[in-house]
């Protein structure tokens, strides 16, 4: 999971600086990265929640995501549309810090397994 925010700031940085060329070579940053991170997330909830608990868990997941995603787009929209086109990218790569931080200093190979 540390290795996907790791590729996803310089794909931000280069989707707002880059030609055609550069596009290209960030989108391939970007789907190293979402591949990284969902497989990862999904090791991640398969060793650390019991196999009963799983379909709950991946519920009350998908439906915060969902929720936290369209108060996010509305927020970057808004961002994009009336203060600045670029700060909506440029706070992106700033995310990314806190995140591989908190991959770093709290998530955890669980001891033991969930079957």
């Not at 379909?55 to 969902?66: A, D």
């Not at 929720?67 to 009336?82: C, N, S, T």
């Not at 670029?86 to 990314?96: E, G, R, S």
Request: hydrophobic share 55%; aromatic share 16%; proline share 5%.
């Amino acid at each position: 999971m540390l290795a996907s925010w790791l590729f996803l700031a310089p794909f931000m940085w280069l989707f707002l600086h880059g030609t055609q060329l550069i596009l290209f070579i960030a989108f391939l940053f970007f789907g190293v990265s979402n591949t990284l991170f969902i497989a990862g997330y999904s090791a991640l909830e398969a060793d650390l929640v019991p196999k009963e608990l799983r379909g709950k868990e991946i519920g009350c997941s998908q439906f915060i995501t969902y929720i936290l995603m369209a108060v996010g787009e509305l927020m970057g929209g808004y961002i994009y549309e009336y203060i600045s086109p670029a700060l909506p990218f440029l706070l992106a790569v700033i995310a990314t810090v806190p995140c591989a931080l908190i991959t770093i200093f709290l998530v955890h190979e669980p001891e033991k397994r969930q079957s």
